[in-house]
């Protein structure tokens, strides 16, 4: 979202060269790098925001993962929620290999 604000880049385009040389732009790599409640003041003195450039965060994933070998009922509170995925294991054997010799 940092087109939001070129006007302001470009209208503070002489005092950016001061400060970057003629890579005047690199100033969108400082305003991308801003965190959450931090500003950036540009040579005339307009504040440029976090929040002005950046997306609004997005709420995270949790994905769980539990064996079938004992009781996972100890991991639901901790599992809340996940997204709706389910996986299955499948276990292959190679030529030669006795079942009764591998772990479940």
Excluded at 19 to 38: I, W
Aim: proline share 7%; hydrophobic share 40%; charged share 30%.
């Amino acid at each position: 979202r940092v087109d939001a604000v070129e006007h302001v880049v470009e209208r503070n385009r002489e005092g950016l060269r001061k400060r970057y040389g003629r890579g005047y732009k690199r100033v969108y790599k400082d305003l991308k790098a801003l965190q959450p409640g931090e500003q950036f003041e540009m040579p005339d003195g307009e504040i440029v925001t976090a929040e002005a450039v950046q997306a609004p965060a997005r709420e995270g994933r949790k994905v769980v993962i539990l064996g079938d070998t004992c009781d996972a009922s100890a991991m639901l509170p901790l599992a809340q929620a996940p997204p709706p995925l389910r996986l299955s294991a499948v276990v292959t054997l190679w030529a030669g290999e006795d079942i009764s010799k591998i772990s479940t």
